[in-house]
């Protein structure tokens, strides 16, 4: 059901690579909820993935940009804002990639050249983006910016290797960009926590279906599905949620709260 929430606000989503990226979700609730945006994703991407299926439903236009480069990340918000025709209401990065966790590497034996990448990758870029956007005055008062988090932030997860870290630097950013933009021109930066979801970035992860299995168990609510976490860019994009910022928020069916559940208790019990 919509609710004509982003009714005459102007985006840019990232990282949509098939149905199951989350960006996916977004963009079609986003276009359900009345608002017009550009679609980016790596070049690479645009070769892999089903982008201009995406991009048609939507009736979007795609900007290709290696969200690395503040050069392709200047032409990305210089071409959205003159095709959509006025400055942007939202921003959605919704990109990550670990080289390490590609290949395997644990914690301890991680390339450096690599670790570079992911945390430019999935870091820097979000910092870059709203340096280029700032720089460009690209942005509506009142603006929102969402990035994709994970609790390994937080908490150690083996497994998550360099993107926890990345994922601890993306979150940073949130709250000094919050500061800055909030004070410029009330634009709100914001990260979402979201739960393990089955996803091409998702599943890369070693031992990501039993993790998977432990959090949907372990969360009352169960695991947050994409298309809930698309909901709630929706409503941290919408009017709705103008006073919330430089917050990392949960979003993941009440895993970050639990200690343990009885699901949990009873698995060991067996
Ligand atoms: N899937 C999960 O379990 C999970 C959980 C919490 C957070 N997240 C985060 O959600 C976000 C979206 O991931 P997803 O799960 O939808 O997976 P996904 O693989 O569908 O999306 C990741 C996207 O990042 C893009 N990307 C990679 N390198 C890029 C570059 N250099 N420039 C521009 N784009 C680039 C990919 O092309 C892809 O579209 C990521 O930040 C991810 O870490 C995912």
New binding site residues.
Partial sequence: MAYNLLKGKRGII?????E????WHVAEKAHAEGATFTLT??PI?MRM?KINDLAKACNAEIIP????SVEELENLFSKSTEILGGKIDFVLH????SPNIRKGKSYGELNYDWYQKSID??AL?FHKMMHVAEKQDALNEWASIVG???IAAQRTYPFYTDMADAKAVLESIARGYGYRLGKAKNVRVNTIS????K????SGIDGFQSFYDFADKQSPLGNAPAGACADYCISLFSDLTRMVTMQNLYHDGGYSSTGISEEVIEMFNK
């Fill in positions: 990232s990282g949509a690579l098939d199951n990226s989350i960006a994703n790596a991407a993935g940009a290696d969200a690395t919704s990109i990550g990639m990758i999935s870029s994709l988090s994970y979201q739960s393990p979801t996803t091409t970035a998702g």
